[in-house]
């Protein structure tokens, strides 16, 4: 079963952000039968957990990503477990468990997420969640991508343009350029009022202001200058000390008219479509290169972007606290690590596990992913500021 979940997006996003308190921690009669937390088994025996699995019959997903509709098939054949999957936003789909969890209501067995923040700083202390780590694959990744939760790629944000349109190269080579008259209402992205994954992309790029403002330097050759929108801005606003370089190009930015549109591969194929005359840049998801099609939609990231092309994040997997199928949970985990990984196996799409990662480099010709130009994504510090952003954001727009 295969279901899509919306809501009232700037509303349930916030609400998401901000809620928290009062959770119901994990029953322990519950964490000792499923084998997790202080009672993880040191070594997994995969025969029992799947014939516990094939017992519990179903294993039910809350993910970040529609392609898991692609593993119900394989994953029946080769188990005889159901997969029901609910494809929600990472903050929204926090959100309903977290509420379903408060009310006692326990449908949900994996999240499969990309809000680190949140995970980390709500999430994860609270009990809400609990890491589980494929003995099989635990050798294949790095420390942080076991611990505090498994991951299972690295996902970004990324910098798109026409490579249709534009035989010769990309039309900027800065993130400011997107600030310019020439991009006035030329600039697609989702809106970070209603889009977690943007508002943290808007976020990372507040937290870097030494190289927004190198930046600025080395495309206009001259120090950076604050526009009294900014000032206004920081003076009003006592989480703020002072104006930085990002400040300002965010306000210029929000000045230059960009275009939200909810859609991620509405925004790739509007930059894309090889028919228009004139294509606008758009931000959006890195993977979105699969859906390049030939005649009909050509883009490609931007690589050499100043100072950054784009902003990395983790996508994890997890099991749910209270998880009524625990052992299809672990079951249907280790397949996403393992063989059922071929819906994410696409450029932009980049595994945690080395040995795939290392595949995917060779076969699509990209950069490895440690040699991107990216900016990472700090959770800690986009939990902490996340107040801050969004009165500074307010302010400035």
């Known amino acids: ?27 322990d009669a519950w964490l ?19 014939k516990a699995a094939r017992a519990e019959g179903k294993v039910v997903i809350y993910s970040v990503s529609s392609r898991f509709s692609k593993l119900v098939k394989g ?16 903050d929204l789909q926090l959100e309903k468990f977290r509420r379903e969890h408060k009310a006692g209501v326990h449908v949900v067995d994996v999240l499969f997420n990309a809000e680190a923040p949140l995970l980390l700083n709500e999430a994860l202390p609270d009990k809400l969640v609990w890491n589980f780590v494929p003995d099989s694959v635990a050798s294949d990744l790095n420390s942080n991508e076991k611990e505090p939760l498994l991951i299972q790629r690295h996902s970004s944000r990324v910098v798109y343009y026409n490579t249709a349109l534009n035989p010769n190269g990309p039309p900027i080579d800065s993130l400011w350029d997107l600030t310019r ?7 697609l992205l989702p809106s970070p009022l209603e889009d977690g994954l943007m508002a943290n992309f808007m976020q990372t790029i ?13 495309e206009f050759g001259s120090d950076i200058k604050y526009s009294k929108g900014v000032m206004k801005a920081v003076k009003k606003n006592p989480l703020i000390e002072k104006p930085t370089a990002s400040m300002e190009w965010l306000h210029r930015f929000l000045k230059n008219e960009p275009v939200f549109q909810g859609s991620t591969t509405k925004i790739f194929k509007n930059v894309g479509d090889v028919k228009q005359e ?3 840049i758009g931000i959006t998801t890195f993977s979105k290169m699969r859906k390049n099609k030939k005649g009909k939609y050509a883009a490609a990231p931007i690589y050499s972007l100043e100072p950054a092309f784009g902003v990395s994040y983790p996508t994890s997997l997890m099991i ?16 996403m690590m393992e063989e059922g990984f071929k819906p994410w196996n696409e450029p932009g799409d980049y595994a945690a596990r080395s040995s795939i990662e290392a595949e995917q480099v060779k076969k699509y ?17 986009v939990y902490n500021t996340k107040y801050g952003f969004l009165a500074i954001y307010l302010a400035l727009n």
């Open 320 to 335: 749910a606290d209270m998880a009524p199928h625990p052992n299809a949970a672990k079951l249907l985990i280790k397949y």
């Open 278 to 280: 004139k294509a606008p």
């Open 75 to 90: 994953f029946k054949e080769k188990y005889g477990v159901d997969i029901e999957g609910y494809d929600i936003p990472s």
């Open 365 to 381: 010709n990209l950069p490895s992913f440690g040699d991107l130009k990216l900016f990472a994504l700090d959770p800690d510090e």
């Open 181 to 187: 008259e020439e991009w006035k209402g030329r600039t």
């Open 206 to 218: 507040l937290h870097n202001p030494e190289a927004m403002e190198a930046a600025y330097k080395k």
């Open 32 to 50: 000792k039968a499923s084998g997790l937390g202080p009672y993880a088994d040191t070594t997994q025996d995969w025969s029992a957990i799947e």
């Open 1 to 27: 079963m295969i279901h899509k979940i919306k809501w009232s997006a700037v509303l349930s996003a916030l609400s998401a952000i901000f809620l928290a308190g009062n959770v119901a921690h994990a029953d």
